[in-house]
């Protein structure tokens, strides 16, 4: 017996959910190690959070901890891996309805 579209769902949100913990984890993290002035975290995993759908979590963890919001280069890529999850989002979803 398969799951059903409710559970499949479900199990989606709580992923996503997890997801977006660990995003907002690791911005405060980084902020933290950074004003005690230790070795920070790689702003490339900070990304790949992004781009697998800790965006949400991971630009309110900018905001609240006001934590990279003036560096443009990272900011810059940080859209860009917005664009790709999100992109990645549809085409999986027209996929799936196709």
């Known amino acids: ?5 409710l559970q499949y769902g479900v199990i989606a949100l709580g992923i996503l959910t997890a997801v977006n913990v660990v ?7 980084d902020k933290r190690r950074a004003s005690k002035g230790h070795r920070r975290i790689r702003e490339e995993t900070l990304l790949v959070w992004a781009l697998v759908g800790g965006w949400p979590g991971g630009i309110w963890a900018m905001r609240r901890f006001r934590h990279k919001t003036s560096k443009r280069s990272f ?3 940080y859209v860009l891996a917005v664009g790709l999850n999100m992109a990645a989002i549809s085409g999986i979803g027209y996929a799936a309805i196709a």
């Not at 017996?1 to 579209?5: F, R, T, V, Y």
């Not at 995003?23 to 993290?29: G, L, T």
């Open 1 to 5: 017996m398969g799951l059903s579209d």
């Open 23 to 29: 995003s907002v984890i690791a911005i405060w993290w």
């Open 75 to 77: 900011i810059a890529r």
